[in-house]
Protein backbone atom coordinates (compact mmCIF):
# COMPACT_ATOMS: atom_id res chain seq x y z
CA UNK A 1 0.00 0.00 0.00
CA UNK A 2 2.83 2.17 0.65
CA UNK A 3 4.35 1.77 -2.54
CA UNK A 4 1.23 2.93 -4.01
CA UNK A 5 0.83 6.00 -1.73
CA UNK A 6 4.55 6.86 -3.09
CA UNK A 7 3.19 6.74 -6.78
CA UNK A 8 1.58 10.12 -8.00
CA UNK A 9 0.47 8.67 -11.30
CA UNK A 10 -1.49 5.54 -9.88
CA UNK A 11 -2.85 8.45 -6.90
CA UNK A 12 -4.12 10.79 -10.25
CA UNK A 13 -5.59 8.03 -11.76
CA UNK A 14 -7.61 6.80 -8.69
CA UNK A 15 -8.67 10.73 -8.25
CA UNK A 16 -10.09 10.20 -11.62
CA UNK A 17 -12.11 7.24 -11.19
CA UNK A 18 -13.38 8.27 -7.93
CA UNK A 19 -14.63 11.27 -9.30
CA UNK A 20 -16.07 9.94 -12.62
CA UNK A 21 -17.35 6.58 -11.30
CA UNK A 22 -19.19 5.20 -8.17
CA UNK A 23 -16.28 2.82 -8.17
CA UNK A 24 -15.66 2.39 -4.35
CA UNK A 25 -12.70 4.01 -2.95
CA UNK A 26 -11.21 4.22 -0.08
CA UNK A 27 -9.75 7.66 -0.43
CA UNK A 28 -7.67 7.62 2.72
CA UNK A 29 -5.79 4.03 2.20
CA UNK A 30 -3.87 6.03 -0.67
CA UNK A 31 -3.26 9.51 0.32
CA UNK A 32 -3.63 11.58 2.95
CA UNK A 33 -4.01 14.70 0.58
CA UNK A 34 -7.45 15.93 -1.25
CA UNK A 35 -7.67 14.49 -4.38
CA UNK A 36 -6.23 17.20 -6.73
CA UNK A 37 -8.56 17.37 -10.42
CA UNK A 38 -6.22 19.33 -11.85
CA UNK A 39 -3.19 17.83 -11.10
CA UNK A 40 -4.68 14.82 -12.32
CA UNK A 41 -6.37 15.84 -15.51
CA UNK A 42 -3.62 13.82 -17.65
CA UNK A 43 -5.56 10.94 -16.55
CA UNK A 44 -9.07 11.61 -17.54
CA UNK A 45 -9.05 10.12 -20.56
CA UNK A 46 -7.98 7.08 -19.19
CA UNK A 47 -10.64 6.72 -16.67
CA UNK A 48 -12.96 7.21 -19.91
CA UNK A 49 -11.39 4.15 -21.30
CA UNK A 50 -11.94 2.49 -18.06
CA UNK A 51 -15.79 3.19 -17.91
CA UNK A 52 -15.98 2.18 -21.97
CA UNK A 53 -13.97 -0.93 -21.44
CA UNK A 54 -16.15 -2.34 -18.30
CA UNK A 55 -19.15 -1.22 -20.01
CA UNK A 56 -18.22 -2.36 -23.59
CA UNK A 57 -17.26 -5.82 -22.19
CA UNK A 58 -20.33 -6.78 -21.13
CA UNK A 59 -22.04 -5.96 -23.97
CA UNK A 60 -19.29 -8.30 -25.93
CA UNK A 61 -20.10 -10.63 -23.91
CA UNK A 62 -24.01 -10.78 -24.48
CA UNK A 63 -23.14 -10.47 -28.45
CA UNK A 64 -21.00 -13.18 -28.17
CA UNK A 65 -23.94 -15.66 -26.17
CA UNK A 66 -26.02 -14.82 -29.08
CA UNK A 67 -27.92 -11.08 -27.61
CA UNK A 68 -29.06 -8.93 -30.85
CA UNK A 69 -26.73 -5.69 -31.18
CA UNK A 70 -29.72 -3.71 -29.83
CA UNK A 71 -29.53 -5.34 -26.51
CA UNK A 72 -26.51 -6.17 -25.89
CA UNK A 73 -25.37 -2.27 -26.33
CA UNK A 74 -28.48 -0.99 -24.32
CA UNK A 75 -27.56 -3.46 -21.35
CA UNK A 76 -23.74 -1.58 -22.10
CA UNK A 77 -24.89 1.56 -21.92
CA UNK A 78 -27.36 1.00 -19.10
CA UNK A 79 -24.18 -0.47 -16.70
CA UNK A 80 -22.03 2.43 -17.64
CA UNK A 81 -24.74 5.12 -16.42
CA UNK A 82 -24.77 2.70 -13.39
CA UNK A 83 -21.03 2.71 -12.32
CA UNK A 84 -21.16 6.65 -13.32
CA UNK A 85 -24.05 7.38 -11.44
CA UNK A 86 -25.37 9.41 -14.37
CA UNK A 87 -22.78 12.01 -13.79
CA UNK A 88 -22.71 14.16 -17.38
CA UNK A 89 -26.23 12.72 -18.55
CA UNK A 90 -27.70 14.92 -15.20
CA UNK A 91 -25.62 17.55 -16.48
CA UNK A 92 -27.14 17.52 -19.84
CA UNK A 93 -30.51 17.82 -18.63
CA UNK A 94 -29.40 20.22 -16.16
CA UNK A 95 -28.54 22.88 -19.34
CA UNK A 96 -30.83 22.07 -21.15
CA UNK A 97 -33.37 22.91 -18.40
CA UNK A 98 -31.51 26.17 -17.33
CA UNK A 99 -30.97 27.71 -20.79
CA UNK A 100 -34.16 26.07 -22.04
CA UNK A 101 -36.34 27.93 -19.57
CA UNK A 102 -34.03 30.41 -17.67
CA UNK A 103 -33.91 34.10 -18.34
CA UNK A 104 -31.40 35.78 -15.47
CA UNK A 105 -27.92 34.49 -14.89
CA UNK A 106 -29.26 33.72 -11.14
CA UNK A 107 -32.88 31.85 -12.57
CA UNK A 108 -30.55 30.03 -14.86
CA UNK A 109 -28.84 28.70 -12.16
CA UNK A 110 -31.14 28.15 -9.95
CA UNK A 111 -32.87 25.92 -12.63
CA UNK A 112 -29.74 24.16 -13.22
CA UNK A 113 -29.44 22.89 -9.17
CA UNK A 114 -33.34 22.30 -9.37
CA UNK A 115 -32.76 18.17 -8.60
CA UNK A 116 -36.22 18.21 -10.73
CA UNK A 117 -36.60 17.81 -14.04
CA UNK A 118 -38.54 19.97 -16.62
CA UNK A 119 -39.54 19.82 -20.28
CA UNK A 120 -36.40 20.67 -22.25
CA UNK A 121 -34.32 18.43 -19.47
CA UNK A 122 -36.57 15.62 -20.43
CA UNK A 123 -36.41 15.99 -24.38
CA UNK A 124 -32.65 16.21 -24.08
CA UNK A 125 -31.49 13.73 -22.19
CA UNK A 126 -34.46 11.60 -24.10
CA UNK A 127 -32.94 12.16 -27.89
CA UNK A 128 -29.27 12.29 -26.67
CA UNK A 129 -29.68 8.89 -24.73
CA UNK A 130 -31.79 7.45 -28.70
CA UNK A 131 -28.53 9.08 -30.07
CA UNK A 132 -26.51 7.54 -28.43
CA UNK A 133 -27.67 3.79 -28.88
CA UNK A 134 -28.05 4.35 -32.37
CA UNK A 135 -24.97 5.46 -33.18
CA UNK A 136 -23.67 2.70 -31.02
CA UNK A 137 -25.24 -0.22 -32.41
CA UNK A 138 -24.52 1.19 -36.02
CA UNK A 139 -21.10 0.62 -35.31
CA UNK A 140 -21.48 -2.26 -34.00
CA UNK A 141 -23.22 -3.76 -36.74
CA UNK A 142 -20.32 -2.26 -39.08
CA UNK A 143 -18.00 -4.89 -37.36
CA UNK A 144 -16.86 -2.66 -34.10
CA UNK A 145 -16.73 -4.26 -30.39
CA UNK A 146 -18.56 -2.60 -27.83
CA UNK A 147 -15.51 -2.47 -25.99
CA UNK A 148 -13.91 -0.26 -28.76
CA UNK A 149 -16.87 2.29 -29.26
CA UNK A 150 -17.72 3.03 -25.73
CA UNK A 151 -14.06 3.31 -24.67
CA UNK A 152 -13.39 5.65 -27.35
CA UNK A 153 -16.76 7.39 -26.89
CA UNK A 154 -16.25 7.98 -23.34
CA UNK A 155 -12.97 9.18 -23.34
CA UNK A 156 -13.69 11.74 -26.12
CA UNK A 157 -16.07 13.39 -23.53
CA UNK A 158 -13.44 13.20 -21.02
CA UNK A 159 -10.47 14.73 -23.42
CA UNK A 160 -13.53 17.48 -24.03
CA UNK A 161 -14.21 18.62 -20.44
CA UNK A 162 -10.39 19.13 -20.41
CA UNK A 163 -10.38 21.38 -23.59
CA UNK A 164 -13.60 23.41 -22.33
CA UNK A 165 -11.92 24.28 -18.75
CA UNK A 166 -8.86 25.53 -20.64
CA UNK A 167 -10.33 27.51 -23.06
CA UNK A 168 -13.20 28.63 -20.63
CA UNK A 169 -12.77 30.57 -17.32
CA UNK A 170 -15.47 29.02 -14.63
CA UNK A 171 -18.43 31.60 -13.76
CA UNK A 172 -18.24 33.44 -10.56
CA UNK A 173 -21.74 31.78 -9.92
CA UNK A 174 -20.16 28.37 -9.72
CA UNK A 175 -18.28 26.20 -7.86
CA UNK A 176 -16.20 24.73 -10.30
CA UNK A 177 -12.78 26.78 -10.10
CA UNK A 178 -12.37 25.25 -6.54
CA UNK A 179 -13.08 21.73 -7.94
CA UNK A 180 -11.44 21.75 -11.07
CA UNK A 181 -8.53 24.56 -11.11
CA UNK A 182 -6.61 24.97 -14.29
CA UNK A 183 -4.97 22.19 -16.43
CA UNK A 184 -1.35 22.25 -17.39
CA UNK A 185 -0.59 22.64 -20.65
CA UNK A 186 1.58 19.41 -20.62
CA UNK A 187 -1.61 17.42 -18.86
CA UNK A 188 -3.44 18.43 -22.10
CA UNK A 189 -0.54 16.94 -24.28
CA UNK A 190 -1.20 13.61 -22.48
CA UNK A 191 -4.39 13.24 -22.13
CA UNK A 192 -4.55 13.83 -25.87
CA UNK A 193 -2.14 11.24 -26.80
CA UNK A 194 -3.71 8.78 -25.04
CA UNK A 195 -7.22 9.41 -26.59
CA UNK A 196 -5.28 9.46 -29.89
CA UNK A 197 -3.35 6.55 -29.90
CA UNK A 198 -6.52 3.77 -29.66
CA UNK A 199 -8.46 6.41 -31.82
CA UNK A 200 -5.85 6.23 -34.82
CA UNK A 201 -5.77 2.38 -34.49
CA UNK A 202 -9.31 1.42 -34.62
CA UNK A 203 -11.23 4.25 -36.63
CA UNK A 204 -10.51 5.97 -39.81
CA UNK A 205 -8.72 9.04 -39.60
CA UNK A 206 -10.85 11.31 -41.67
CA UNK A 207 -13.77 10.24 -39.73
CA UNK A 208 -11.77 10.79 -36.40
CA UNK A 209 -10.94 14.87 -38.07
CA UNK A 210 -14.41 15.37 -38.09
CA UNK A 211 -15.12 14.46 -35.24
CA UNK A 212 -12.45 16.67 -33.74
CA UNK A 213 -13.49 19.27 -36.01
CA UNK A 214 -17.25 19.41 -34.96
CA UNK A 215 -16.49 18.83 -31.02
CA UNK A 216 -14.20 22.06 -31.35
CA UNK A 217 -16.96 24.04 -32.53
CA UNK A 218 -19.26 22.21 -29.82
CA UNK A 219 -17.02 23.45 -27.02
CA UNK A 220 -16.71 27.20 -28.45
CA UNK A 221 -20.64 27.58 -29.03
CA UNK A 222 -21.38 26.40 -26.00
CA UNK A 223 -18.57 27.96 -23.76
CA UNK A 224 -19.34 31.31 -25.94
CA UNK A 225 -23.27 31.42 -24.72
CA UNK A 226 -22.48 30.13 -21.23
CA UNK A 227 -20.15 33.23 -21.28
CA UNK A 228 -22.60 35.54 -22.41
CA UNK A 229 -25.48 34.31 -19.68
CA UNK A 230 -23.43 32.88 -16.91
CA UNK A 231 -19.93 34.80 -17.25
CA UNK A 232 -18.29 31.10 -17.69
CA UNK A 233 -18.93 28.08 -17.63
CA UNK A 234 -20.10 25.36 -14.52
CA UNK A 235 -19.98 21.66 -14.08
CA UNK A 236 -23.29 20.89 -15.49
CA UNK A 237 -22.02 22.48 -18.86
CA UNK A 238 -19.02 20.33 -18.59
CA UNK A 239 -21.34 17.18 -18.30
CA UNK A 240 -23.62 18.57 -21.16
CA UNK A 241 -20.30 18.91 -22.69
CA UNK A 242 -18.79 15.90 -22.19
CA UNK A 243 -21.81 13.85 -23.41
CA UNK A 244 -22.78 15.73 -26.71
CA UNK A 245 -18.42 14.88 -27.44
CA UNK A 246 -18.99 11.11 -26.97
CA UNK A 247 -21.71 11.25 -29.27
CA UNK A 248 -20.77 13.95 -32.14
CA UNK A 249 -17.47 11.98 -32.37
CA UNK A 250 -18.40 8.49 -32.25
CA UNK A 251 -21.22 9.58 -35.33
CA UNK A 252 -18.45 11.49 -37.24
CA UNK A 253 -16.47 8.27 -37.30
CA UNK A 254 -19.58 6.80 -38.44
CA UNK A 255 -20.17 9.23 -41.10
CA UNK A 256 -16.63 8.34 -42.89
CA UNK A 257 -16.52 4.18 -42.08
CA UNK A 258 -16.73 2.65 -45.60
CA UNK A 259 -19.81 0.86 -46.08
CA UNK A 260 -21.81 3.22 -43.62
CA UNK A 261 -23.50 4.82 -45.78
Known amino acids: ME ?14 VMFFTRIPVTWSKFSDETPDLARASWAFTVAGFIIGLLS ?15 LSSIIAIAFSIFITGALHEDGLADVADGFGGGVSSE ?21 GLLMRIGVVISLVELGYSLAVVLSVGFASGKLAILYTRAWFNPSDLANLGQSLGPIPSINLVVATAVWGIPVLIFFPI ?16 VGFKSEQKLGGITGDILGAIAFSSEILLLL ?8 AV
Open 3 to 16: SFKQNKYFIDMLAT
Open 56 to 70: GLIGDIFLILGLGSL
Open 107 to 127: NIIEIMRDSRLGTYGVIALLL
Open 206 to 221: LGSLLGVIIVSFLIYL
Open 252 to 259: AVLLLVPG
